[in-house]
């Protein structure tokens, strides 16, 4: 272990893990989260299949846990996620037009409003853009164009006008065709007085493919007014030393600590043993626990 915890940092950023309360009865899980960390970010339990499996039919027992978790901890909450292609309930796939807007709306504000107070942040948007830049053809997009974009941060920010509302997105640390599609977008939403107020690099990563232009990429956006969060970071081992991930980690922390603007780092679960990364070993403390030098280098990091 080691001699400070992680959370325990002069410097200004926070520094989360996604959680899931179905790891609770792992003690060292509990007490790891809780030691280590100022923010958490429910796994997958705020999502839109988990909360409302049915229409009308809520299920918020485990999005409660870990609000109750967090607070217990003194922990921030990233709330995670409200419009996204994936983990959308079965009923809502049939929906089409007028009705589809109705229910995306709704269950935007149910959620918003069950949490009103206790959320940091709200990945509102998820996914949207393909790689080149161009908008995923979803069930959203599919139906709304990018209208529905605009619809439901202001759907998020009546129901918790105190939430900062982000848009969250992968492989967009870079400054490559999807950032810059991002980057547009919010460009647009901005100007159209749409109330936006974050990006979320996700940084699923691998040692060795860490983008030198990250803090710059970073940057482009602090420079439209918006905040920036690293929000699911997670560093595959790939075929190289613990070592060298341990710089990789420090390289994605020095990113954020020198881009004024940056707020804080989410790890997306901080132990190999429940990652959704089953085979590459990509986070900082291993599946018996043990904190590999990532965890060293992300505590010097944040000095
Ligand atoms: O809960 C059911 C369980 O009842 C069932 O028996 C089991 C059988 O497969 O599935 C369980 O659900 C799984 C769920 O995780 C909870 O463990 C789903 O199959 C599985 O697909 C789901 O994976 C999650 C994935 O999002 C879904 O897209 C991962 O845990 C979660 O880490 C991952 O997180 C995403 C972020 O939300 C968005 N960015 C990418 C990131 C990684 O994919």
């Known amino acids: 272990s080691?001699?400070?915890?992680?959370?325990d940092n002069a410097n200004q950023i926070y520094i989360g893990t996604a959680l899931s309360p179905s790891h609770f009865s792992?003690?060292?899980?509990q007490s790891i989260a809780a030691a280590e960390f100022n923010s958490l970010t429910p796994e997958n339990e705020m999502k839109w299949d988990a909360v409302e499996p049915s229409q009308g039919n809520y299920n918020y027992g485990q999005a409660d846990q870990l609000v109750q978790f967090a607070q217990q901890n003194g922990m921030k909450i990233r709330g995670h996620t409200l419009v996204w292609h994936s983990q959308v309930p079965g009923w809502v796939n049939?929906?089409?037009g007028d009705t589809l807007h109705q229910v995306m709306i709704d269950h935007i504000t149910n959620e918003v409003t069950r949490y009103k107070g206790s959320i940091y942040a709200w990945d509102v948007v998820n996914e949207m853009f393909n790689e080149d830049g161009s908008y995923r053809q979803s069930i959203w997009y599919n139906n709304f164009?990018?209208?529905f974009v605009a619809d439901a941060f202001t759907a998020a920010a009546a129901a918790d006008p105190g939430a900062?509302?982000?848009i969250n997105d992968y492989n967009i640390e870079s400054i490559n065709g999807k950032s810059t599609?991002?980057?547009?977008?919010v460009t647009q939403l901005k100007?159209?007085?749409v109330p936006i107020h974050g990006v979320g690099f996700q940084a699923h990563l691998a040692?060795?493919?860490?983008p030198s232009d990250l803090a710059a990429n970073l940057q482009r956006f602090t420079a439209l007014g918006l905040e920036v969060a690293i929000t699911e970071l997670d560093i595959k081992q790939n075929g190289q030393s613990q070592d060298a991930q341990a710089q990789a980690y420090t390289q994605v922390i020095n990113a954020c600590t020198s881009t004024s603007g940056c707020v804080g780092v989410t790890i997306w679960g901080f132990t190999d043993k429940y990652s959704w990364i089953s085979s590459d070993n990509a986070c900082p403390w291993d599946g018996n626990y043990q904190a590999k030098p990532a965890v060293s280098a992300i505590e010097q990091a944040l000095k």
Request: aromatic share 6%; no cysteine.
């Open 94 to 96: 049939g929906l089409s």
């Open 164 to 166: 900062k509302l982000y």
């Open 145 to 147: 164009q990018t209208q």
């Open 26 to 29: 792992d003690a060292q899980y």
């Open 191 to 193: 100007s159209q007085g």
């Open 207 to 210: 040692v060795g493919q860490i």
């Open 2 to 7: 080691i001699a400070a915890h992680l959370k």
């Open 181 to 185: 599609g991002l980057l547009n977008l």
